[in-house]
């Protein structure tokens, strides 16, 4: 099964790139009708985690995929599942 991973550790801090790097996989995922994609925002502070899951939220975005899930064992990664 194809899926997408995107690591946000390298932009954790750069605010601007980590929500064009966010709108870029979700385009590339609908473009190649690919079903699944991981982020990895790390664990740290779970500030940016925070940040995906806002991101995620808004309508705009929401209306776009299919549903959200937390890793139960990792705490630093989540998926986006589309329906195609």
């Not at 590339?28 to 982020?39: L, S």
Request: charged fraction near 40%; proline fraction near 2%; aromatic fraction near 10%.
């Amino acid at each position: 099964m194809a899926k997408l991973k995107l690591d946000l550790h390298d932009i954790f801090n750069k605010g601007d790139r980590i929500e064009a790097a966010l709108n870029d996989i979700i385009d590339e995922a609908e473009r190649k009708r690919i079903k699944t994609v991981e982020i990895i925002p790390g664990k740290g502070s779970g500030q940016l985690k925070k940040r995906v899951l806002k991101f995620l939220e808004r309508p705009e975005i929401k209306q776009r995929y299919h549903r959200i899930d937390k890793d139960s064992r990792n705490f630093g990664r989540l998926f986006v599942y589309f329906k195609f």
